[in-house]
């Protein structure tokens, strides 16, 4: 209220529209007024009084008419120069706005208009430095953001100088940071980031740059660099600090990196963004080879990385697209050679790549999580495919289906696995899920609940590629599995390499005395048959009996082992 009133003339005043956008028009006005009261009162007087004579009043009128217009010029004048800090500051403040240009208004007075100016000024330089800090460094690590870093090393590369200098970039990401993500609070990342920060700060030297370019990605250029050993020595030394326990909050908390590197020539001001972008594929490449990794560019890469983007891209939605096709590959009786169960095996049926290989899509539905949808669309398909052959006459056999590492960490798996069940009229026992030793292993007791509520609702259970991952007998033995798989790589060499023979040898003397069936993957010759066969295994698949089909030709499969049966 007392606010409203001390600018109550202010306000009346700016209604009328020659001195709403002018303040120094409203002082001109005021002072005008103020100068020329005294004029107008002399001038009342001597018309109604009858003292003077006319030559008096009006020569004594022309006198003070003409001091009163000097005053007036003289006052107006002097207010002019009197409002220029206010003026000045006003102008500075929207210069700012308009060109971030800041102002240079004078600091030495100390009255009312010398504050304001000063305080303008000081509230500027420190409203600039702010923009600045915000516009180029990280708010969680204190570091220069990717725009700084690429500024930076802009103003290094574009010195004539240094026009043939020989730079890298390293590009550094904490390995499965996002599963992290999703165990770890918000809070306790922040300070683990920040504790990152801190410690690849102590790695640098004074000529390197290092930047926090986004989320758990860090970038480092070396723009001094006689080799790419210097690269590598970096690399190795910046995996190893990182590799040490950062204690935040009483927890221990371990975390590995991988890192990608690019080093080119950068002769043009372009090169920072592709250089950076290059070393990003690389990080990329050196995280599929698995933790604290680094990784040189090459364009072979990027060939690959490009085709691998493609892919994922299209796989989105390629369910709903009906591109997706179930085949199946028949498993054989070793003794009898009749049909006794298959294997459902997806494949995409690209609508211009043809038929995608499963090694190229699988391993990105793995990644981006799409794997689920297709797993379950696979199991429903599989499940819907054997209750048909049922239906028309052929003998029951078992499908065996593969769960993925996603599909199995999925809490409403055994819900879905049933589910299907009941949608599709299939028996339980005629499903058998086919698991890996690793993907058990990340929570072992996890692993044998789910597995034993899978067994409880009369589904059979394999374990697929076995002997390649950690074939503990400790674990073995809790592992509610009916069928063990001999995996395809000690099938291939079995009747050639002592080793593969040895390892063949053990799963299926192991799975004898444990009373599980054994199933051999990968049978291509009549002479690894044999071998098996020797050796009592009793079930087998392979390129030697078929390859896996569509599901119109298992039919014309089927028929033929009903027959043998029959006869």
Not at 75 to 95: E, F, G, K, N
Not at 212 to 219: I, L, M, T
Not at 464 to 472: P, W
Request: with cysteine.
């Amino acid at each position: 209220m007392k606010l409203n009133c001390k600018l109550a003339l202010y306000s009346f005043l700016a209604r009328f529209g020659l001195l709403k956008k002018s303040y120094t028009a409203k002082i001109m006005l005021v002072a005008f007024l103020g100068t020329h009261v005294p004029l107008l009162t002399l001038l009342i007087t001597f018309v109604i009084s009858n003292s003077y004579s006319w030559e008096m009043t009006v020569r004594v009128l022309v006198i003070a008419l003409l001091a009163t217009l000097v005053g007036t010029a003289a006052t107006l004048y002097a207010l002019r120069h009197l409002l220029a800090p206010v003026i000045l500051t006003s102008a500075a403040l929207q210069d700012y706005l308009n060109t971030k240009k800041l102002p240079e208004l004078p600091t030495e007075f100390a009255d009312e208009a010398g504050t304001l100016m000063a305080d303008t000024s000081q509230t500027l330089h420190k409203l600039d430095e702010l923009i600045h800090y915000i516009s180029n460094y990280d708010g969680l690590t204190g570091l220069p953001n990717r725009d700084l870093f690429c500024d930076r090393l802009h103003q290094i590369v574009s010195q004539s100088e240094n026009n043939q200098r020989l730079v890298a970039v390293l590009l550094l990401g904490i390995d499965d940071f996002t599963d992290m993500s999703h165990t770890v609070d918000r809070e306790t990342l922040n300070l683990l980031l920040r504790a990152v920060a801190q410690r690849l700060t102590t790695c640098m030297g004074q000529t390197e740059i290092l930047a926090h370019v986004s989320g758990d990605e860090f970038a480092i250029a070396l723009t001094e660099i006689p080799c790419f050993e210097s690269a590598i020595k970096l690399s190795q030394l910046l995996v190893s600090t990182l590799a040490k326990p950062f204690f935040l909050e009483g927890n221990s908390i371990r975390i590995t990196a991988s890192i990608g590197i690019a080093i080119n020539d950068l002769g043009d001001r372009n090169g920072v963004d592709k250089l950076l972008q290059q070393a990003r594929l690389a990080l990329y490449q050196a995280k599929q080879q698995g933790r604290s990794q680094y990784q040189f560019y090459s364009p072979e890469v990027n060939a690959q990385l490009q085709e691998r983007l493609v892919l994922e891209n299209e796989l989105h939605g390629a369910v709903e697209r009906n591109e997706m096709v179930v085949y199946y590959q028949p498993l054989i009786d070793l003794h009898t050679r009749k049909i006794t169960a298959m294997e459902a095996l997806v494949r995409w049926q690209h609508p211009t790549l043809g038929l995608v290989s499963p090694a190229k899509f699988i391993p990105i539905a793995e990644a981006n999580g799409s794997i689920v949808q297709i797993g379950e669309w696979v199991l429903r398909t599989a499940c819907a495919q054997t209750r048909a052959w049922q239906l028309v006459g052929f003998p029951p056999i078992r499908i065996s289906v593969n769960l993925s590492a996603r599909q199995f960490e999925q809490p409403n798996l055994v819900e879905v696995v049933n589910q299907t069940l009941e949608e599709t009229g299939l028996k339980a026992s005629y499903l058998e899920l086919e698991v890996t030793e690793s993907l058990l292993m990340g929570d072992v007791q996890r692993s044998v609940n789910t597995l034993e509520q899978l067994r409880n609702l009369g589904i059979l259970l394999a374990l697929d590629d076995f002997g390649t991952g950690y074939s503990s007998l400790n674990y073995l033995k809790r592992f509610p599995v009916t069928m063990l798989k001999i995996d395809r790589s000690f099938v291939q060499d079995v009747t050639s390499n002592p080793d593969s023979a040895a390892v063949t040898d053990a799963i299926i003397a192991l799975a004898k005395s444990l009373r599980l069936n054994i199933t051999a993957e990968g049978i291509e010759t009549q002479e690894q048959l044999d071998y098996l066969q020797r050796r009592g295994c009793e079930e087998g698949q392979g390129f030697y009996f078929s390859r896996p089909v569509p599901a119109d030709a298992i039919a014309q499969m089927l028929q033929e082992s009903f027959q043998q049966a029959v006869a």
